[in-house]
């Protein structure tokens, strides 16, 4: 491996894109025939110039994705009519993940710590952007705004334009409280003060979420404890979403999937619940087309979906998420039908064995991301999407990481920890 020691501004540089993937995506503009190019985007690309630097297990690994993503590109255009905008998401993807690597490159050479102390500093921003918009000094949207399930007042999201968004972005931040880092802790206790303060139904779902995953990972407890604990807490969930007044949001999202399920037709739906049906059905339009590869762009299926009339219907004539489904798995198996179905697959084993090992909290935080988009995303380049799919090509240098952990010293594992 190189020395990068010399590339005095590159690793600042690196925490920067990092960081930006979790924050500043939300800022997006225009640009060549695309809706929005986020900011986070604009700083990771530049960074795929330092592909050299990679170790040559990623970069092995980084050629395997282009090749399958050239592959996919191939079947469109020999079965089926290919678009420059497929074939520009397919550049783009490669280049912006080829950033991303670079700069995780940098970040686990120095165990994330600038990473980490961007992160605090941009927590520090959003608290106060939080406080400027409770003064009515700022707004992120102001055609957007919802009243807090507990508390009434119109949750302030910081540098994010819907509080689902900071649960998605935010709310894996609050499980680095497990590290026993003093600057992962107060990490976490900002992280949670602003999911708290834009609590929402996508926020509730993430923290659950990586809780189970957390407390599985445990070896503290017995696979009975387990098996409890999922049972009581699941039952717990339904408890509270269908009979909390607070929550009638939530539970109106349920009733509706069950409905929609059933067969129930009506502009009394929950919208969110109707998107969720739209776009799988659109992922199995997806995994019909192209043989089983999929055409490449999801917003081809949204006129034969057979919930766009009621969507546009109550939404005032508006297609709502065409492109995405509400979610980062029906939008890959839409786009790239069995390549998305193996990629989601394997990345689920991947994040167990990452679980299941001797890793840092911060990389078990980072390869959360894409796990919890398949609950609620929209593209590829949202949230930090980039940052875990960088973390599976790393998988080699990660299990190399693993076995040396196992063996530092308590002093080199504590300092490991900062």
Same mark, same amino acid.
């Given at each position: 491996?190189?020395?990068?020691e010399k590339?005095n501004?590159?690793?600042f540089m ?8 979790i $924050?500043l995506?939300p %800022?997006?503009?225009?640009l060549?025939? $695309?809706d929005g190019?986020?900011i986070?985007?604009l700083?990771s690309v530049?960074m795929?110039? &330092? ?7 990623v970069k092995?690994?980084?050629?395997i994705?282009?090749a399958?993503?050239l592959?996919?590109t191939l079947?469109?255009?020999? #079965?089926?009519s290919?678009s420059?905008r497929?074939?520009g ?7 912006f993940?080829? &950033?991303i690597?670079?700069?995780l490159h ?5 165990n ?6 961007l992160?605090?500093? #941009?927590?520090?921003a959003?608290?106060l952007?939080h406080?400027?918009? %409770?003064? &009515? ?6 055609n957007?705004?919802?009243p807090?399930?507990?508390f009434g007042?119109?949750?302030?999201t910081?540098?994010?334009t819907e509080?689902?968004?900071?649960g998605?972005c935010?709310?894996?931040l ?8 003093a ?6 206790l900002l992280a ?5 303060l834009?609590?929402?139904?996508t926020?509730?779902?993430?923290v ?6 957390f ?9 009975v ?5 999922l ?7 339904v408890?509270i979403?269908l009979t909390?007044e607070?929550f009638?949001?939530?539970?109106e ?7 929609i ?5 009506g502009?009394?739906? +929950?919208?969110?619940?109707?998107i969720?049906m +739209? ?15 999929g055409a ?18 109550i ?7 065409? +492109?995405?489904g509400?979610?980062?798995?029906f939008?890959l198996?839409a786009?790239? &039908? ?6 989601i697959?394997y990345?689920f084993? $991947? ?8 890793q840092?909290?911060t990389t ?10 398949m609950?609620?995303?929209a ?13 599976l090509?790393?998988a ?6 693993a ?8 002093g080199q594992q504590a300092a490991?920890?900062?």
């Amino acid at each position: 491996m190189r020395n990068t020691e010399k590339f005095n501004g590159l690793p600042f540089m690196a925490a920067l894109v990092l960081v930006a993937n979790i $924050f500043l995506w939300p %800022f997006q503009f225009p640009l060549f025939g $695309f809706d929005g190019i986020g900011i986070n985007f604009l700083l990771s690309v530049p960074m795929a110039l &330092g592909f050299g630097m990679l170790p040559s297990a990623v970069k092995k690994r980084l050629a395997i994705l282009l090749a399958l993503l050239l592959l996919h590109t191939l079947l469109v255009f020999v #079965f089926g009519s290919i678009s420059g905008r497929a074939v520009g998401t397919v550049f783009a993807i490669a280049l912006f993940v080829a &950033g991303i690597c670079t700069s995780l490159h940098f970040g686990l050479q120095d165990n994330f710590i600038r990473f980490r102390k961007l992160v605090l500093l #941009f927590l520090y921003a959003q608290l106060l952007l939080h406080g400027l918009e %409770f003064a &009515g000094l700022y707004d992120p949207s102001i055609n957007w705004s919802r009243p807090h399930y507990l508390f009434g007042f119109d949750v302030p999201t910081g540098f994010f334009t819907e509080a689902s968004h900071v649960g998605l972005c935010l709310g894996p931040l609050m499980f680095l409280w497990f590290s026993p880092s003093a600057l992962n802790k107060r990490i976490a206790l900002l992280a949670g003060i602003s999911v708290m303060l834009s609590l929402s139904t996508t926020g509730v779902v993430v923290v659950v979420f990586i809780s189970l995953a957390f407390m599985l990972r445990s070896s503290d407890v017995s696979h009975v404890l387990k098996r409890v604990i999922l049972a009581v807490s699941a039952a717990g969930v339904v408890y509270i979403v269908l009979t909390t007044e607070s929550f009638t949001e939530i539970n109106e999202r349920v009733i509706s999937l069950a409905n929609i399920v059933t067969g129930e037709t009506g502009d009394s739906l +929950n919208l969110s619940s109707l998107i969720y049906m +739209n776009g799988a059905n659109m992922a199995a339009a997806g995994l019909q087309d192209v043989i089983g590869a999929g055409a490449g762009q999801m917003l081809l299926y949204y006129p034969d979906a057979p919930y766009s009339f009621l969507i546009e219907a109550i939404n005032s004539g508006e297609a709502l998420n065409r +492109n995405d489904g509400g979610s980062t798995a029906f939008k890959l198996v839409a786009e790239f &039908g069995v390549f998305a179905v193996v990629f989601i697959g394997y990345y689920f084993m $991947f994040a167990i064995r990452l679980l299941r090992q001797e890793q840092d909290p911060t990389t078990i935080i980072l390869s959360m991301y894409l796990l919890i988009t398949m609950i609620r995303g929209a593209s590829y380049f949202d949230d930090a999407v980039g940052i875990s799919v960088g973390l599976l090509m790393f998988a080699p240098v990660l299990v190399a990481r693993a076995r040396k952990a196992r063996v530092l010293p308590a002093g080199q594992q504590a300092a490991a920890n900062l």
